[in-house]
């Protein structure tokens, strides 16, 4: 369910604070806050969309079987100065040493 964002409508015409609301497409706008009952009315704001740049898919890309299959190695610090392989062909570890 899409998050909407909403501004409580102030005496005087302008913009309260602003807070989410979880709600159905299908269901019909806020009229008033789900707390105070003030009025309010909601923001449009852009939509998050994934894709190629979504967290997801730069996790995906940077897998070590992906980095494995695409001739990348790949390696995380073990502590004390030394890493270890967990991805591709190379070294099983690195030392600073």
Not at 86 to 97: E, F, H, I, T
């Amino acid at each position: 369910m899409p998050t909407y964002v909403y501004v409580t409508v102030n005496d005087d015409g302008s913009d309260g604070s602003p807070f989410e609301a979880v709600q159905r497409m299908s269901d019909p706008p806020l009229t008033r806050h789900p707390e105070s009952g003030k009025p309010v009315r909601r923001v449009p704001v852009a939509p998050n969309i994934g894709g190629g740049w979504s967290d997801a898919s730069t996790k995906a890309k940077l897998s070590d079987s992906n980095l494995d299959r695409l001739g990348f190695s790949k390696y995380v610090n073990a502590g004390d100065g030394r890493f270890e392989k967990s991805a591709g062909a190379g070294p099983d570890r690195l030392s600073a040493d």
